[in-house]
C-alpha cells in the first residue's frame, strides 16, 4: 500500500488499482486481483478480458457498487444487476463525492496488422481522471502517448510501460513529462506483457520534477 494525501492507493497488479478514500473505495480495472476490497464505484476503461474480467467484477463488487465504464463494454456487462453509468470520451460524471472525467485511450502507433492498431480511437475506450479526497488521479487505460495527455495538470498519473498494446517506457515517460504530474506511477506490466524492468527503466527516463513511484503489487 502506498498513501497519497488522505487516499490509500494498493496496485493489485496489471492496470488495477484500489483507491481508498475515507467513506469511498474505487477499484478500477480489476484483473486477476488479490485482496477483500469491496467497490462503491468500479470503473472499467475498456472492454478486453483483463481490463473487464467477470471474476474480478464479481469478487469486488457488492450490490450497492456504482460501474462506470465506456458504452463498448456495455454487452459484457449485460449479466450484472448493478447500477451503470455509459460514458464516452471528454465526459464528466459525479457519484457519492468522486468527480470522474474521460479522457480518450487510443493507440498511434501499436498494430495488430497493417493499417489497424488494437485500440482504435474511434472505439470509444476511456481513461479516468478521478478526484477523491481533494487528489487528481489520472488511469491512463490501454494508451499511447496521445495528445490529448499534453493538458493535464494532476498529482498522480498511473501509466503504462510494457509496450506491445500500449506505451513503451521510453513512450510513456514522455507523456510524463509533456503532462503536469507530481507522481508517477507505472502499469501494466508483469501479467500479460512486460516486466519490473520496464518500470524501472522508465523511472530512469523521467527526471525532473516527476517523482516515480514503482508500487509493489498486493
Known amino acids: ?8 492507493v494498493h496496485w493489485l497488479g496489471h492496470d ?3 483507491l481508498e478514500g475515507s467513506r469511498t473505495v474505487v477499484i478500477i480495472d480489476p484483473f ?3 485482496g477483500n476490497f469491496k467497490a462503491d464505484i468500479l470503473l472499467l476503461s475498456h472492454e478486453h478480458y483483463d481490463h473487464m ?3 474480478d467484477i464479481r469478487r469486488f463488487t457488492s450490490p450497492s457498487t456504482k460501474v462506470v465504464a465506456p458504452r463498448i463494454c456495455e454487452s459484457g456487462l449485460r449479466e450484472f444487476g448493478l447500477e451503470k453509468k455509459f460514458v464516452s470520451p471528454n465526459s464528466r460524471v459525479e457519484l457519492q463525492g468522486v468527480v470522474i472525467e474521460t479522457l480518450p485511450a487510443y493507440n498511434l502507433n501499436k498494430f495488430r496488422s497493417p493499417g489497424q492498431v488494437f485500440h482504435p480511437k474511434q472505439d470509444g475506450r476511456v481513461g479516468y481522471l478521478v478526484t477523491l479526497e481533494g487528489v487528481k488521479f489520472y488511469h491512463a487505460g490501454d494508451s499511447d502517448a496521445i495528445p490529448e495527455m499534453k493538458s493535464l495538470s494532476v498529482d498522480v498519473a498511473f501509466l503504462p510501460v510494457s509496450g506491445t498494446y500500449v506505451m513503451t517506457p521510453e513512450e510513456a515517460a514522455e507523456a510524463a513529462k509533456a503532462m503536469k504530474t507530481k507522481v508517477a506511477v507505472p502499469m501494466h506490466y508483469g501479467k500479460i506483457v512486460g516486466g519490473k524492468t520496464d518500470a524501472e527503466r522508465f523511472k530512469t527516463l523521467v527526471g525532473g520534477s516527476t517523482r516515480v513511484e514503482i ?3 498486493e
Do not use: H, R
Request: proline content about 5%; overall charge positive.
Open 32 to 34: 486477476q486481483a488479490k
Open 215 to 217: 508500487l509493489e503489487q
Open 16 to 18: 488495477s488499482f484500489v
Open 53 to 55: 474480467n467477470p471474476d
Open 1 to 8: 500500500m502506498w498513501t497519497y494525501g488522505k487516499v490509500k
